[in-house]
């Protein structure tokens, strides 16, 4: 494995932190096979625009497309597997007091790792929900229509996932927030720093005198701003610092 050359000053503060919170995106899950948001899609879907896809004025106006677009990423997902850059937040979060891992994904890898102090900000693909009502379906029947209908009122389902324009979980957001607020140590892990509220969280940690960590192979709107700037895969460097961070104490 390649030797991955991880700042000590940022192991010394990690080793002695009570306080870290992560933010994770889309490229973590890339190296496990889930393409990022705005990644190229392939075959049928390569002509859609994702962000034209996740809205629901997108819904509203073909519905059964916007759900067989969310049923072949599940499928893409089902076959996915966690990878080290997962394992290694585990390890970090059994390392530290307090710690919480803030995630945009919606596709359940970082709890299928083992992750426990988790938040899902942008909610999980896994969920349906009714459209009419906005409240979650956990069983429906399948007779063949998609999307499925709500058991309750008739409404359509659909992924219980937030679209642009929809608020985010209230509660989720104000947990990651109170952490951005209080943390030590923020780290902002394959993420474009670009969708909105979960972009603010970082600065939000950064004005209030945090240690901020970015992970990502290409710089962001937040990279000028950070206090180290880890360039490359989260594969490869999350394992190098929690080895190099706790292993080697
Ligand atoms: C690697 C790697 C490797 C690759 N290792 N790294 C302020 C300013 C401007 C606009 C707004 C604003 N506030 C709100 C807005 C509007 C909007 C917004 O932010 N728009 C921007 C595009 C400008 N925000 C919203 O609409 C939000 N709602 C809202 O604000 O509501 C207000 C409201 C309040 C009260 C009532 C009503 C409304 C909602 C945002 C929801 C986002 N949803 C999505 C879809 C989820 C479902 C689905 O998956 O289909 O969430 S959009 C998409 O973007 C998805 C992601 O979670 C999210 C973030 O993307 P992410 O994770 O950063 O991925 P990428 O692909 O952008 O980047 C991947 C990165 O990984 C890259 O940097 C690579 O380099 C890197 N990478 N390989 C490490 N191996």
Redesign the pocket.
């Known amino acids: 494995m390649r030797e991955v050359p991880i700042p000590s000053e940022l192991v010394n503060r990690l080793r002695h932190a009570r306080q870290v919170a992560v933010l ?5 899950s ?2 496990s096979g889930v393409p ?4 190229a899609q392939t075959g049928l879907w390569a002509q859609y625009d ?2 034209e ?2 809205t629901p004025e997108a819904f509203r106006r073909n519905p059964k497309l916007v759900w067989e677009w ?1 049923a072949w ?1 599940q499928e893409r997902i089902r076959q996915a597997e966690p990878h080290a ?1 997962h394992r290694a937040l585990v390890t970090m979060e059994q390392q530290i007091p307090e710690f919480s891992l803030i995630t ?3 596709d359940g890898l970082h709890r299928r790792a083992g992750s426990h102090q988790l938040v899902e ?3 999980n ?1 896994f969920r349906a929900k009714c459209f009419s009502e906005d409240r979650p379906v956990e069983n429906w029947s399948d007779d063949g229509e998609i999307p499925p209908r709500c058991p309750r009122c008739g409404g359509l389902l659909r ?1 219980d ?8 979980p209230a509660a989720a957001l104000h947990t990651a927030q109170h952490a951005a607020r209080t943390t030590e140590i923020f780290f902002s ?11 603010d969280l970082p600065f939000v940690a950064l004005g209030l005198g945090a240690t901020v960590v970015e ?4 710089p ?1 709107p937040l990279s000028p701003h950070v206090t180290f700037s880890l360039t ?4 490869e ?1 999350l394992p190098a610092l929690v080895n190099q961070t706790w292993e080697a104490a």
């Open positions: 994770t995106g889309a490229g973590v890339a190296e990022t948001f705005r990644e994702p962000q896809l996740a969310y990423r850059g945009q994904n919606v900000l942008h909610g693909i992924p996932v937030v679209w642009f324009g929809e608020a985010l892990i394959g993420t474009s720093t670009l969708v909105y509220p979960a972009a992970i990502n192979p290409q962001t490359g895969a989260a594969g460097i």
